[in-house]
Structure formats: structure tokens, C-alpha cells
């Protein structure tokens, strides 16, 4: 049976820089519940774990689960912030698409196609709510984002990205 962790460990967990493998996965199981600390300690985790990482892998799946506006946000500076790869930064294009719609999630494979369709539809997002949901205003600053990717981001494949995804999301529903 697995162990139980109250918030406040899950917290101390995850922003632990020495922890077992078994700790880290219980804890962020435990931190997107966490209705005060899980965007921070996500955005935490987003920020500062290594690429490829357990650690970065748990950040990840908490980061599409957490329907936050704090994390949100979070996600749409990562998204802009030049010093991100050009992986992550796709990456957090893709979250907050989901974040103004959970019901899609973003595909690069036709992307240089003759007629590009960067979004698949998610039948069940299986996202978690908590008490800072993203809301009609959240959703706002997240799409403020998407377009300024699409029209100021350094590399010309996330522009691109992010201008189909601002043209074609409104075509799913919610």
C-alpha cells in the first residue's frame, strides 16, 4: 500500500534536491490536491529540474493534471523565456493550450504540411481543479501568450505552432 503524504511533505519532497525515486513519485501524486502550494511547487519544479529528470517528468505530467491560473501563468513566462530550449518552450506552447482548452492537445507531426491541423481532440483530460481554476480571464492572458509566441518567439517552427494553434483552438469544443 502506498504511503501517505500530507502537503507540506509533498512539498518538502519535491523541492528537495535528495530523495528517492518512490518519495518524489508519491509526492507529486500528492501536490496537485495541494490547493496552496501545487502551482508554486510545480512552476518550482518546472523551472529548475533538469531536462529528462524524474524529477522533470512528474513536473510535466503535474503541469498538464493542474487546471491553475497561477500555473498558468507560470507556464506562459516559461513558454517566452529565450533561455528555454527550443524543446521546452514547444512544450510549454502545448500546456497552455491545454490550459485554455483541456479538451486538446497540440501535435507537431503535420505541422509543415500542405494543410496543417495542429490539434488533436482529448476525450477525457483527466485535469484536477483547484481552488484558483483558470477562469474567462486566466484564459485570456493564456491565448495573450500563444499569440505573442506566434509572432515574437525565436525560432520560426514555434511561431508558426503557436499561430495555428491561436487560429484552429476555437474550433474544439470545451
Not at 507537431?108 to 474567462?136: C, D, F, K, Q, W
Amino acid at each position: 500500500m502506498a504511503q501517505q503524504q500530507t502537503c507540506s511533505q509533498a512539498t518538502n519532497t519535491l523541492l528537495s534536491t535528495s530523495t528517492s525515486r518512490d518519495s518524489l513519485v508519491i509526492a507529486a501524486s500528492t501536490i496537485v490536491h495541494c490547493n496552496d502550494q501545487a502551482a508554486r511547487v510545480i512552476a518550482s519544479m518546472l523551472r529548475n529540474s533538469v531536462p529528462g529528470s524524474l524529477r522533470d517528468t512528474l513536473a510535466r505530467i503535474d503541469a498538464r493534471t493542474l487546471m491553475d491560473n497561477r500555473l498558468s501563468d507560470s507556464v506562459a513566462v516559461l513558454a517566452k523565456d529565450p533561455h528555454q530550449s527550443i524543446a521546452r518552450r514547444t512544450y510549454f506552447l502545448g500546456l497552455l493550450a491545454r490550459y485554455y482548452n483541456p479538451r486538446v492537445s497540440v501535435s507537431t507531426l503535420e505541422l509543415n504540411s500542405a494543410v496543417p491541423v495542429v490539434l488533436v481532440p482529448v476525450y477525457h483530460p483527466g485535469v484536477v481543479v483547484n481552488a484558483r481554476p483558470i477562469t474567462g480571464s486566466s484564459r485570456e492572458r493564456v491565448m495573450a501568450a500563444i499569440v505573442y509566441l506566434s509572432t515574437h518567439d525565436g525560432d520560426a517552427d514555434i511561431r508558426k505552432l503557436a499561430g495555428l494553434i491561436a487560429s484552429q483552438i476555437n474550433s474544439y469544443p470545451q
